[in-house]
């Protein structure tokens, strides 16, 4: 009944049901991973915490429960208590992809991205593909400088996920650095059209535009930055008068 509750939208209905249901039988341990996974759409988590936890102390040897602990301390953000119920649930089940990949992303989280790298690795061994590890490991190489193992995470998940908006920008951007080619163009276009909502990537693709002397493209990039943000209008202003002198100038000179 609980579970229909929530079904129809019905969310205070539905989670009072449900505990009424673990009042009822608080030895059924479903009942408590039955309310912590509806809780992780976003309600009710704290008390979600509370039950879980008050399950496994009288119930140590539960092999669930501390796993789906660790997901509801993590969607809290509650970080530590995150990884501490990962590793305790780990201990049972150590080639649980989701659980290792709590504990990496409690990791990142906390700012450990040694510890988090290692993490990562390790679910990298169960999942190749696995889209969240290769991002972070993506952005750890990247702050460790090594900007190789950065872009090879980078094309890895692209391989698997190939309009990742925030993966195409990023490996755009590394490549921006560095050359100016098609491939470049191509990733930075990409990455544009998978969100053209996002103005980093659209100044991105306009200062790549003014490298390859394409005018004509980054100035309508520019003209769209200034109609949507007042706070780049100044800096795209200076832009569209800058590259349409060098335009005219061009045009004369030939």
């Given at each position: ?21 673990i ?5 059924n341990g ?10 992780l759409?976003?309600?009710y988590?704290e ?5 879980l936890?008050?399950?496994i102390s009288?119930?140590p ?8 602990l ?12 995150a990884?501490?119920w990962a590793?305790?649930?780990?201990d049972r ?6 659980v ?9 989280s906390m700012g ?17 593909d696995?889209?969240?590890s ?25 391989n ?34 998978a ?9 991105l ?23 949507r ?6 800096l795209a ?11 005219s ?6």
């Amino acid at each position: 009944m609980g579970g229909v509750y929530l079904r129809l939208g019905k969310i205070e209905q539905g989670f009072e049901t449900l505990k009424k249901a673990i009042r009822l039988n608080p030895h059924n341990g479903v009942f408590y991973e039955n309310f912590g996974r509806l809780s992780l759409q976003g309600c009710y988590l704290e008390d979600a915490a509370k039950y879980l936890e008050d399950y496994i102390s009288r119930f140590p040897d539960t092999s669930r429960c501390p796993g789906l602990l660790a997901e509801v301390y993590f969607k809290l953000r509650r970080f530590e208590q995150a990884k501490h119920w990962a590793i305790r649930a780990l201990d049972r089940q150590p080639d649980n992809l989701l659980v290792r990949l709590v504990k990496a992303n409690a990791e990142f989280s906390m700012g450990r991205p040694l510890e988090a790298e290692e993490s990562y690795e390790i679910v990298r061994q169960l999942d190749s593909d696995n889209v969240d590890s290769l991002m972070n490991l993506a952005l750890i190489a990247e702050h460790k400088g090594d900007t190789q193992s950065a872009e090879r995470c980078y094309r890895q998940l692209l391989n698997c996920v190939p309009l990742h908006a925030v993966a195409l920008k990023r490996y755009g951007a590394l490549l921006a650095n560095k050359r100016t080619d098609a491939d470049t163009l191509r990733v930075l276009q990409t990455a544009y059209l998978a969100n053209q909502e996002d103005l980093e990537c659209l100044l991105l693709l306009g200062n790549l535009y003014e490298k390859k002397e394409m005018w004509a493209e980054a100035i309508e990039l520019y003209e769209q930055a200034q109609r949507r943000n007042a706070k780049l209008a100044k800096l795209a202003s200076e832009k569209i008068r800058r590259l349409r002198g060098m335009s005219s100038t061009a045009v004369s000179i030939s």
